[in-house]
């Protein structure tokens, strides 16, 4: 059998989520590698969260969460792209291809950007092909 | 009943960890005197490896294990003391997680042994001579040396029973722990011997516990930056203090004479990479974007005692 990606998305409950939902009642068509795993919030996304998926063999991990002013949580969001800047920092520089991991902001209304963003991650990791980290550092 | 038996072997270690129990002083003497010491190498006791490997399995009641496992010597020892020992403790954060000796990881060993042997600019070897795993001598006489591999915690070799963490653990927490042991009052298999509280519980500088609260910093500032205040907290000043996610058994040493945390303390309970979870804790206590970009070298800040346990362990190599 062909090498298929294994996509997840970790999604925030009041955008990215509601816009994946959108996107379905829209019939917008995206590809079926994705695997979402809904949050309540792109604050709750660990640095540790992405590692394990990557090591458990996820050939990307993308997270979605609310723009800027829009958090349910006020803040949750400046945080998740903190945390995620510095982890893609450090992970790039243990020899993470960076491309793997992606953080966007798509609201509940955005599910058009959500069907996609979901394309061109597939793409995008298709292109990059298995991950070569599945089940930890040779 | 006779006397616990007690062993302790020093693998891939500085010995940092047999001077901390050394400076138990008083508390070492009334432990000492409740234990039998059958084996401690290389530091203290005159023991050989052949006398540890012709006792019984299961005959020592404590093992202790300090340093990372980082050669062929230190995995088969290792696995010995598995054998003989009913209780096994990874003693240290190198035991427990790497260490600061397990950056290694993130060079190849022929990078390492290029600069420890050839590039360096004190060195002088024309003829570029590197240690062999063997070398006969005169024709006749065998050599032999461990070969090196990647830096492991000890529980990615063998099974492990307790952790404590600390380079080298606080002489106060040995203590405790040796008390502990002693008495029976032990926690379940598999879990660190510690009080469970983060550094910052136990900081003088923490503004919390002062009753004000904590601000986010505004500046990053590394410590050759000037000194910092006298009693504020330094993560709010910009110096990178990863007291919020390393225990605290220590009692916050290091902040309380001006120096940030690094994290030899292991990682408080429920984490399981301490790094990751750094960076978190550091990321959401910034001011800015702007700041996660100038923190310089990362890796070697958050990983300095943790990298080989870590979900990668290593820099990937290609």
Redesign the interface.
């Known amino acids: 059998m062909a090498w298929e990606p294994r996509l997840i998305v970790i999604a925030c409950h009041w955008c990215t989520y509601a816009g994946a939902d959108l996107a379905g009642s829209l019939r917008y068509s995206y590809p079926p590698t994705v695997h979402i795993v809904r949050v309540p919030c792109s604050?709750r996304v660990?640095?540790?969260f992405i590692?394990?998926a990557?090591?458990r063999g996820a050939d990307g991990v993308f997270i979605g969460g609310c723009h800027f002013g829009d958090c349910h949580y006020k803040e949750g969001n400046?945080?998740a792209?903190?945390?995620f800047?510095?982890?893609k920092?450090?992970?790039t520089?243990?020899?993470?291809e960076p491309d793997r991991i992606q953080l966007e902001w798509i609201s509940g209304s955005e599910g058009k950007k959500f069907a996609e963003s979901m394309t061109a991650f597939d793409a995008k990791i298709r292109e990059l092909g298995p991950n070569?980290?599945k089940g930890?550092?040779? | 009943m006779s006397k616990p038996k007690l062993a302790y072997y020093l693998a891939g270690g500085c010995g940092g960890c047999d001077i901390a129990v050394v400076d138990l002083s008083e508390t070492l003497v009334d432990v000492a005197l409740q234990l039998d010491i059958v084996f401690w190498a290389p530091t203290v006791a005159d023991a050989k490896y052949k006398d540890l490997e012709a006792m019984p399995d299961g005959s020592i009641d404590v093992g202790l294990v300090s340093g990372n496992v980082r050669n062929s010597e230190h995995e088969h020892i290792v696995k010995v003391m598995r054998q003989k020992c009913k209780v096994l403790i990874a003693f240290g954060i190198c035991a427990s997680c790497g260490g600061i000796k397990g950056l290694v990881n993130?060079h190849t060993t022929e990078q390492l042994l290029d600069k420890a042997y050839i590039n360096t600019f004190s060195t002088d070897n024309p003829e570029k001579i590197l240690p062999q795993t063997t070398v006969v001598v005169d024709g006749k006489y065998e050599l032999t040396l461990p070969s090196l591999m990647d830096a492991r915690p000890l529980d990615q070799v063998v099974k492990v029973d307790y952790y404590v963490g600390g380079c080298p653990p606080y002489h106060e927490h040995i203590g405790k722990a040796f008390m502990a042991l002693l008495s029976g009052q032990l926690p379940p298999s598999g879990s660190w011997i510690t009080m469970g509280k983060a550094v910052c519980e136990v900081c003088n500088r923490n503004p919390v516990l002062q009753g004000k609260s904590k601000k986010f910093a505004t500046t990053v500032k590394r410590t050759i930056d000037g000194p910092p205040s006298e009693d504020g907290c330094l993560l709010e000043e910009g110096y990178l203090c990863l007291g919020p996610v390393t225990q605290g058994d220590c009692g916050s040493k290091c902040p309380s004479a001006n120096v940030p945390c690094r994290g030899c303390g292991g990682p408080i309970p429920g984490?399981?990479?301490f790094?990751?979870?750094a960076?978190?804790a550091?990321?959401?206590m910034?001011d800015n974007?702007e700041l996660?970009?100038q923190?310089p070298d990362?890796?070697h800040l958050?990983?300095r005692y943790t990298l080989p346990s870590?979900?990668?362990?290593?820099?990937?190599?290609?």
Do not use: C, M, T, W
């Open positions: 604050g660990e640095p540790e590692a394990e990557l090591i400046y945080k792209i903190r945390r800047n510095l982890f920092r450090v992970a520089e243990l020899g993470v070569p980290l930890g550092a040779q | 993130l984490v399981k990479d790094g990751l979870r960076i978190s550091i990321a959401s910034l974007e996660v970009d923190i990362p890796v958050f990983y870590s979900f990668l362990g290593k820099k990937i190599k290609r």
